[in-house]
């Protein structure tokens, strides 16, 4: 692992994960170039955060679940060329079944030079801790539609207050939201704000 990163299950007790490019269960369909294991890296500034948010999140009876952190520049080409693909239809009813797959970049949803890779930011959900259940958020990791933009109206109060838990507690422990995507936080104080990473999650 790169000096000042770090497996966010070895700072972070108690953390769950699930790291979606790491297996077939994303976007592209397959696992994705630079997850050659399935656990979440970042910097150790952002697993810190990730405790305390942990912490607050458990005063409330939640759990955090991290699906994405730091992500390698590779990963990012990968997502470029699979853009360039034609259409298969298998992932696109799932992630993003209003808009075509060029549009995801134009649209913000995937960057060409994603802040993953910087390796402060975050895509994660709520659990109950009671239960393990997910906590209802109106829609999962990666769907690319405005159902998934903080403030959707398609979603329910219930999920909509959801959302805004999530947040609160991100908000609360130095994160800054994107309003694309209510999964998708990113450490306001992040140590490498200039650079883009490329190193393998091994």
């Known amino acids: 692992m790169k000096h000042g990163f770090a497996f966010a299950d070895e700072l972070v007790p108690g953390i769950r994960w699930d790291a979606k490019y790491a ?4 976007f592209t369909g397959k696992p994705v170039d630079g997850y050659l294991v399935n656990r979440i890296a970042g910097t ?5 955060a990730l405790d305390l948010a ?3 999140a458990a005063a409330l009876g939640f759990g955090l679940l991290l ?3 730091y992500r390698p520049q590779r990963a990012v080409d990968c997502f470029l060329r699979w853009a360039k693909q ?4 298998r992932t696109k009813l799932r992630h993003y079944p209003n808009i075509d797959r060029a549009e995801m970049f134009e649209q913000g949803y995937v960057a060409a030079k994603s802040g993953h890779s910087r390796g402060s930011t975050v895509d994660l959900t709520l659990y109950h801790l009671a ?3 997910l906590v209802a958020m109106g829609g999962d990791h990666d769907l690319m539609d405005a159902i998934s933009h903080h403030g959707a109206r398609e979603v329910t109060p219930a999920e909509a207050r959801n959302r805004q838990q999530l947040c609160s507690i991100m908000e609360n422990c130095g994160f800054s939201r994107y309003d694309c995507e209510w999964w998708h936080y990113t450490l306001k104080d992040e140590p490498y704000p200039d650079t883009y990473f490329d190193f393998p999650i091994a």
Do not use: I, S, V
Not at 23 to 26: I, L, R, S, V, Y
Not at 44 to 48: G, P
């Open 23 to 26: 297996t077939w269960d994303n």
């Open 44 to 48: 150790t500034a952002l697993c810190a």
């Open 54 to 56: 942990r912490k607050e």
């Open 67 to 69: 699906w994405d952190g």
């Open 86 to 89: 034609p259409e298969d239809g």
């Open 131 to 133: 239960t393990g259940e």
